[in-house]
């Protein structure tokens, strides 16, 4: 056992990874220097990466990390898109060590790695976006505030190779839209079968703080700046029309409608049919160290890796088969998760159509005494096409309480 470890240490060194020259800042870890082993070997090599440019930009400049000035705000330059590229490689199909640690039992990727090695190399990219060249200057803090949308185009095998690549494609005043693409090696060619999209925010000491700014200089970048500008604008919108905000549109309360009367239909054989509270499933988890990201919270890339495992296990309860990952939607970030928090996940499906069913999974930190905080909500997408899957039914039990009794709220 302990030769085996030695082996997927030394193999995980072996990973390449490619960037620009430009250098990034981030905060080294407090409790030490070293990346704990249960992180991914593609987010270990990247962290690596990130803390070897700052200590090279400081050994270049001859000073000392206690030296550099923390109240000079970092200068704000124009850059390229290309200037924060950043390529890893996942070796699967050369490296038997690396296609163990993402295989599950089916044989298949685990999605979860994944999406944790995603969000750390949005990290990455957006701290080399951020970074102002000066080593004199304060390292911004640079948070996930946001993964707008992940899709799955094709299928991932243990059998080929991995390429993660990406870059900022928009920049607001402190925040950064990060486009990543994954690309499997199959037939001789690199093929796209991932694309993700991600959103980041630059703080410090505890509010948000100016970044860069973007030039565009190639058509291609030109439009997808243009789509980074409409999706900066569609989560505004989407945050103005939030149903804790805004009460449903005529057309919600058309489907609502439409439900209720549905469940009174007494043709409707609801035999067939399972209840989404049969559908819940739930998991606890108390945050160690080992989970901390270069900020001393706890790594986004994890909780994501956690919320894709039940919402992996509630899918496969569901078909009684292998599922499949479809796509991620948009996963807000609300509040940061600190080391020692206590953590229950909770799913349930809320919606299937033919094959495919969105599962919805909530985290949340659970305190003593005190009703639990909200961290992040996911809604994952899957399909199961080998089963025969039964409906999803809901019910309503507030809406006809409310239409029996209309002068409830009247004044």
Known sequence: MLGRLRTKRFHKRKLLLRSSSVRAKSVLPIYDKDIHTSRTAVTEELWKKRREFEEKQIKDSLISEEEINKDIPSFILEKKPMDSLVEVLVPLSSDPSTKEEYSNFYGNVRVGKILEDLDACAGSIAHLHADDNNPKTRPLHIVTASVDRIDLLGKLVTDSDLKIHGHVTYVGRSSMEVRIDIDSYFEEKWQTIMMSTFTMVATFEGKSAPVNQIIPDTPQDEKLYEIGYQNSLNRKLRKKSNLSLEPPTPTERLVIHKLFTDQKDTKVDTSQYIAMADTKMQSIDIVNPQERNTNNRVFG??????????????????????????????????KPVNIGDVLSFNSEIIYQENHAFVIKVTCNVLHYRESPTTTNTFYFTYTCPEAQLRPISIYIFLYPLICSAPNLFSS
Do not use: I, N, T
């Open 301 to 334: 890339g994890y909780l994501m890796r956690c919320a894709m495992k039940l919402a992996w296990a509630a899918a496969h309860m569901y078909c009684g088969s292998q599922p499949f990952f479809l796509a991620l939607d948009e996963v807000v970030f609300h």
